[in-house]
């Protein structure tokens, strides 16, 4: 039997087929005889643990089926089998007796496959009395929310003397600095785990800012006074006072007489090594003694912080790893063991996916199961074991705290595989990022392995493949044109945009890249995954319209519930009951329940809404944190646009790789400069401007920080490179930036060939969008812009759209006209309404005796949605006569876009006749301002 592998890291590049060989393990496992809720597997996306349980549940099932006709499911069953017996010893007739056993033995037991942040959520919950939480503690999922609880009641916490003692603390803090006093707050948490790196005994250095000026200015009169120097010797140093030369260029300090225009006159002055000399040394102690009376009140208010803070019932992600690191360190009188021995006895097998992602608090949790079991190993022949798999190379998340270096220093002494065949990219792919990041890893502390094509491959492209690499100038119009251009060569050829993705930097330059295609290629349909408000979504507005409904005074009922019918895809005159609520006897979550059971509303927003509704105890509450949710919202309408980033763990037929149009931010959000001896945070610096010149220990650690900086930027380009299935476009810059990293070459190679794999829709041309079907997902869509989004008269902005719902309301609705001016004075008077003006321009409508015979005379429908030309638009008012003839009406509230609103109306008609071609339409728009109302027929 094979027992190296008990503890195993898996190296697995991108496209290798991880999810295969961590899926495969823990068959193995269960084939082992391991109890399936002894695993632990944890992963560190839902959709990566979705997709393990998954991918267990249909192995399984295939393993034992006994006579595969599928050739997809023969093939697969063939290679889970080869994997068991080549990896692990399994025999393949042992592997299929025993299937339907496992099978049964997995769908009754409590499987582990969890997220890591949910697994320190189940710890938490199950010792949460020992740190002074409830069983039902709520998890917040917005931590700049989460922080600023923490800070309010951090300072409600503290006395008078407090507060001033804080207010200076604060003050000092961010002398020279452009940080905030709510940033200081943050540190205080962030450093609640580090007070051993604060030394309370350490002795003060002295610093004397007099008569460091007096050395500066001497030697400043002896340079002045030497004829032979330059204007540039001269300006040099900078002595006024000691902000401005913390300020300015200390070139000449680093270089002393060696300076390129202290070199001429260096002999003139055999003190100049010397005085430079010392001046660095009292510059150093300045830097120390600012650090040192800093560092020394840290610890009070840090401890202030965590007492005034850890109570609260209301956790983020980091706090729950705090308070479990808190626990399983010992809390009170309570050794670590306790809690490591009640947890341990459920583990046996340990299996953690996308470990370079890993963080030390993670670790640090972790590492005493993982001890614990490699400690065991030796007494029982895979009764226990650990499998680890990752790939350094895609370690692209230090900003959230990952660690990469944590993969091979914990696995050091682990059995070592490679998975060396890539899967997903065309074999030109392969070879080129084989050839660019061999040379670009070079000096990497791993070395890079070089992937392979497998030579019977399953793959769908297997062809050559295509990869083309275009160097333009550092100006964004151009960079913009040349990711035009490929986007329209692969149109060209044929690619579907649903089969084009473009990865790019920042979420600004999805932005920008989006909105240019839009205007120049609108045949490509961009759109780009954004954070949203989960109040701006159809599903959420119905709820919550639903719920003020039934909260709101008699007068305001028919708004809400009219606002909860439109959106619900009913029309003016559909009689529907809204459901009702009373507070005593329901809770706010049984009736958001009823509001989707009515309403048929199962889609992910509603759910979300559903759980906020879980947690509150009044509907006041839920309204609050409705408004305050923010989901991730992406729209696939075509070609996405997408940060590199959020692309990891995904991959896309054709990608357009696109160098950051902009100039990279320098500023570095955290005040405290990091070192570490390995995976041990050693010593903390606090960041000053210019320290690293004058103090070589903050140096090294500055250049480290560098080197990791510039070895994940190199990370973050092998991710963007490797999404790529059969083209891989390049827009990069022709000098630094990524040509530079990478040390790109304009190149084209192979040929742009069909995805044979997808399978499309047919395009709609157009359609009207039908009541009840506001929730369906209406394909290729880009809403109309409004006029509103080329105003920035934000009056007239707030006027434009309360003459709408006025109208919508008095004529589609048929609510009273002075309950309408109530209702939006109520809701828009805050933001500067014109009301006079409202009310004389809903009055122009009245008094004009052609528009009210329309109203009166013909069958009226208000807010009329469709699609047409890949564009969604909502008619303001849609007539009939009940024979040959339509009238479109469009509200305006001002001229100065005529002509774009004759488009538009012209562009309601030509939908119009699409849908009844014999019917007679005419188009026009009623401009509405004041006393002055006029009606334009196009």
């Not at 697969?76 to 299929?96: G, T």
């Not at 954070?531 to 003020?548: D, G, H, R, Y």
């Not at 210019?690 to 480290?704: F, M, Q, S, T, W």
């Amino acid at each position: 039997m094979d027992t190296k592998r008990q503890c195993m890291a898996l190296k697995a590049s991108a496209g290798s087929g991880k999810t295969f060989a961590l899926s495969v393990r823990f068959l193995a496992l269960l084939f082992k005889g391991a109890n399936p809720s002894e695993i632990l597997t944890l992963t560190f996306t839902k959709k990566a643990t979705a997709e393990m349980k998954e991918r267990i549940l249909d192995y399984l099932k295939i393993l034992q089926k006994e006579n595969l006709e599928d050739e997809k499911e023969k093939e697969k069953s063939q290679n889970i089998l080869k994997e068991l017996e080549e990896k692990y010893r399994l025999n393949p007739s042992f592997v299929q007796n025993r299937a339907q056993e496992i099978y049964q033995r997995f769908l009754n037991a409590e499987i582990r496959i969890s997220t890591i942040d949910a697994f320190f959520q189940s710890i938490l919950r199950k010792f949460c009395w020992f740190v002074g939480l409830s069983a039902n503690f709520e998890v917040n999922e917005d931590t700049k929310a989460h922080q600023q609880q923490l800070n309010e009641s951090f300072l409600s916490a503290l006395n008078n003397e407090q507060l001033e003692e804080l207010s200076v603390f604060i003050t000092q803090c961010l002398s020279y600095d452009s940080y905030t006093s709510d940033s200081v707050l943050e540190w205080l948490r962030f450093l609640k785990n580090k007070l051993y790196l604060f030394d309370p005994n350490k002795k003060d250095p002295v610093f004397d800012e007099e008569r460091f000026l007096e050395k500066l200015r001497s030697l400043n009169q002896q340079i002045q006074s030497v004829e032979t120097a330059s204007n540039e010797a001269k300006k040099a140093i900078k002595c006024d006072d000691f902000r401005e030369f913390l300020n300015s260029s200390l070139t000449w300090l680093e270089k002393k007489s060696e300076y390129r225009y202290f070199k001429k006159f260096k002999d003139e002055i055999p003190t100049l090594e010397s005085e430079c000399e010392e001046i660095e040394n009292d510059l150093k102690r300045y830097y120390e003694a600012r650090e040192s009376a800093l560092f020394k009140k840290f610890p009070k208010f840090i401890q202030l912080y965590d007492k005034a803070t850890s109570k609260i019932q209301s956790l983020d992600f980091d706090a729950i790893k705090d308070k479990v690191h808190a626990l399983l360190n010992g809390y009170e009188e309570m050794p670590a063991e306790f809690f490591y021995f009640r947890l341990d006895s459920r583990i046996a097998h340990i299996l953690i996916d996308e470990f370079q992602d890993t963080s030390l608090n993670d670790y640090k949790i972790l590492a005493p199961f993982i001890d614990e079991i490699k400690a065991g190993i030796g007494q029982a022949k895979w009764h226990r074991s650990v499998f680890f798999v990752g790939d350094v190379k895609q370690s692209i998340y230090g900003f959230r705290g990952s660690f990469s270096s944590l993969f091979e220093s914990v696995s050091k002494d682990f059995y070592h595989d490679n998975l060396e065949f890539n899967h997903r990219s065309s074999p030109l792919i392969i070879n080129y990022v084989n050839t660019i990041f061999k040379k670009a890893y070079q000096n990497s502390p791993t070395a890079y392995l070089e992937q392979k094509y497998p030579k019977a491959s399953s793959n769908n492209h297997a062809r050559d493949g295509y990869v083309k690499v275009s160097l333009v100038a550092d100006e964004r119009e151009l960079l913009l044109k040349q990711i035009l251009q490929e986007a329209k060569n692969l149109l060209e050829h044929r690619i579907e945009p649903k089969d084009i993705t473009l990865l790019c930097a920042t979420n600004d330059d999805a932005l920008e890249i989006k909105n240019y295609l839009q205007e120049n290629l609108s045949a490509i349909r961009p759109s780009t995954e954004s954070s949203a408000k989960l109040s701006q979504f159809v599903e959420s507005k119905i709820i919550k319209n639903a719920l003020e409904y039934v909260l709101a005074e008699e007068p305001y009922k028919p708004f809400y519930k009219h606002s909860v019918l439109k959106l619900a895809g009913y029309l003016h005159d559909d009689v529907i009951a809204l459901a009702g609520f009373n507070p005593k006897k329901e809770s706010v979550a049984g009736f958001v329940w009823k509001v989707m059971e009515l309403f048929e509303l199962y889609t992910e927003c509603a759910q979300i809404c559903l759980e906020l509704a879980v947690g509150c105890e009044d509907a006041n509450e839920f309204l609050e944190k409705l408004e305050a949710k923010e989901i991730a919202s992406f729209k696939a309408e075509g070609a996405q646009i997408m940060t590199i980033h959020k692309s990891k763990g995904m991959q896309f037929p054709y990608v357009i790789v696109c160098e950051r149009l902009g100039k990279p931010k320098t500023n570095n959000s955290n005040q405290f400069l990091e070192e570490y001896d390995g995976t041990e945070l050693t010593r903390l610096y606090y960041r000053m401007k210019n320290r690293e010149v004058v103090d070589k220990d903050y140096a090294r650690a500055l250049d480290k920080e560098e080197a990791a900086k510039d070895h994940e930027e190199t990370n973050v380009y092998y991710v963007a490179f490797t999404r790529a299935e059969l083209g891989l476009i390049v827009v990069a810059k022709d000098k630094k930036g990524m040509r530079e990293k990478l040390d790109l070459a304009p190149l084209e190679e192979g040929e742009i060939a069909p995805v044979i794999s997808s399978q499309k829709e047919p395009l709609i041309k157009s359609v009207l969008i039908k009541p009840h079907a506001y929730g369906e997902q209406v394909q290729e869509i880009e809403e109309e812009p409004s006029d509103y989004e080329k105003n920035n008269d934000q009056e007239a902005i707030n006027f434009g759209i309360a003459l709408h719902k006025g109208l919508e309301y008095q004529y589609a609705y048929r609510i009273p006209k002075k309950s309408v001016l109530e209702y939006l004075n109520y809701h828009h008077g805050f933001y500067g309404l014109d009301y006079q003006a409202l009310e004389e321009s809903l009055e122009l409508f009245e008094n004009d005796a052609k528009i009210q015979a329309l109203f009166k005379n013909l069958a009226l429908r208000g807010e009329v949605a469709f699609l047409f030309e890949g564009v969604v638009s909502r008619i303001d008012v849609l007539l009939w006569d009940k024979g040959q003839n339509l009238y479109v009406l469009d509200y305006k509230s001002s001229q100065n876009y005529q002509q774009s609103h004759k488009v538009q109306v012209s562009h309601y008609a030509a939908f119009l006749q699409t849908q009844a071609p014999h019917f007679k339409i005419q188009a026009g728009i009623i401009y509405a301002h004041k006393r002055l109302l006029e009606k334009l027929w196009v």
